[in-house]
């Protein structure tokens, strides 16, 4: 220990590291075989044994600015010197007001007034689920309680975002809401593999809505919610078409649409949002990871104008109250303002958004160059995000890109493992020299395992 009662050295022994129960990981053989990060820069993880791996994924798809970048960094160190915490319940901090006015300005289409915080992901998602809810009641529509989600989604794992995804494992072990159904997934292999972006066909599947309008009563239907890019399933671009349908149907049936643009949000696709890459308005946008370029924890939701009027005249009809029972101890955190402020200026003078756009096209054509590689039976890609599909092992689901994942490791190189996809996201300051060294990499491990 030195004098901060800090530990000055870290060993990597089974006895250090078993208190850690670590989520969405494999612990024993985690434990047994430790891949430790002690620092990062840039492109680039160092770990504990002096080696430098470059991350192909911005962390969990959230670094998008690359790692330890000065001036977020020099934000959220003079922020905590200043004002560490602030609770933002009958109270405000100049920073939330800040950070709320320039992400309404950069909002898609200029049509989304008002920003509610949280402090990741799932509750980004669960907080528009029930802004969703109240909406309609504020209206005098309570009726609408039912949600619809799709499957193969991915919305978090707070009990709202369990419930209205679609990923088997995530759900299989805990109760889920009642008053949900799911749209089913857009991917076919028979009739998108290897598609280069968004797949001809599937724009179809989004007439399953009406099928759920006519079963429950349109008129029941509080919100459906997708990725506009489903991720954390493996990458699965919307077909061609598919989302402009879902919001016709949304509109025909009062249903409010939400995109949750966690992961696709802040240049991932080569534009701020989603939304704008599809011209496609929804209701409500979650967000969260890239928005503090992953430093301090930080979910959002966006809403559309018209939507925060609603609660305020209903308050009004009712006296004057608060108007939404809902919020975080750690809503609009001062020191997570304060990396968004500083992020949100990084992906301007950098140029990041348009970087990925100008990157895409070299991007895709690398993804789609392990054509023909063993046991690849699917490319996909979208931006700066690619899945790479491979042929299950017989009876032992997982193993093969499990496999891929360590050795590419070993090598140099961080990907994701979601099922036997290896998923790809790199932070947008990526080099072409960067995208051939991830591909060939790739193509060398996948060539070494059976």
């Known amino acids: ?54 991350d192909g994924t911005a962390g969990l798809w959230c670094a998008n600015a690359g790692h330890a970048r000065k001036p977020i960094v020099e934000a959220i160190q003079a922020q905590a010197a200043r004002l560490d915490y602030a609770p933002t319940f009958q109270l405000g901090h100049p920073l939330a007001f800040q950070l709320s006015a320039q992400l309404t300005q950069m909002s898609p289409f200029g049509e989304y007034d008002h920003v509610f915080y949280g402090n990741s992901g799932s509750e980004a998602v669960d907080s528009a689920l029930k802004i969703a809810l109240a909406y309609h009641r504020a209206r005098g529509e309570a009726q609408r309680t039912r949600l619809i989600g799709r499957e193969r989604g991915y919305h978090g794992v707070g009990f709202g975002g369990i419930s209205v995804g679609g990923m088997v494992n ?45 079963l429950h009563g349109g008129e029941t239907i509080a919100a459906v919610i997708v990725e506009p890019v489903a991720g954390s399933t493996g990458v699965l671009p919307p077909p061609k078409g598919y989302l402009k349908r879902l919001r016709e149907i949304c509109d025909k049936h009062g249903i409010l649409l939400i995109f949750d643009e966690v992961i696709s949000g802040f240049g991932r696709l080569g534009s701020a949002f989603a939304a704008e890459k599809f011209d496609i308005k929804p209701d409500l946008i979650a967000l969260a990871k890239g928005i503090t370029n992953a430093t ?155």
């Open 1 to 54: 220990m030195d004098g901060s009662g800090l530990p000055t050295s870290f060993e990597a022994t089974p006895n250090n590291l078993e208190p850690f129960w670590m989520g969405f990981t494999w612990n024993r053989e985690f434990k047994k075989n430790p891949k430790l990060i002690v620092g990062a820069e840039g492109m680039m993880y160092h770990t504990h044994d002096g080696r430098e791996v470059l």
């Open 170 to 214: 995530n759900r299989r072990r805990f109760a889920e809401l009642p008053g949900v159904d799911h749209l089913p997934h857009t991917y076919n292999l028979e009739h998108q593999a290897y598609s280069r972006g968004q797949p001809e066909w599937g724009a179809h599947l989004a007439d399953e809505l009406e099928r759920l309008c006519a």
């Open 296 to 450: 301090v924890p930080m979910g959002a939701v966006l809403a559309r104008e018209g939507i925060y009027e609603a609660f305020m005249e209903d308050s009004e009809r009712g006296g004057g109250t608060i108007e939404l029972f809902h919020g975080y101890t750690y809503s609009a955190h001062p020191l997570a303002c304060a990396a968004a402020l500083a992020t949100l200026e990084v992906y301007k003078t950098e140029g990041l958004f348009q970087r990925a756009a100008e990157l895409a096209p070299a991007w895709e054509n690398a993804v789609h160059g392990l054509k023909g590689t063993r046991n690849v039976i699917d490319l996909r890609n979208m931006g700066l995000m690619a899945g790479i599909e491979l042929e299950p092992r017989p009876g032992k689901p997982a193993q093969r890109a499990y496999e891929a994942f360590t050795r590419a490791w070993e090598k140099g190189l961080l990907t994701r493992v979601t099922g036997d996809i290896i998923a790809l996201s790199p932070p947008l300051i990526l080099e072409e020299k960067q995208i051939d060294f991830i591909f060939q990499t790739l193509k060398d491990v996948l060539e070494e395992i059976d």
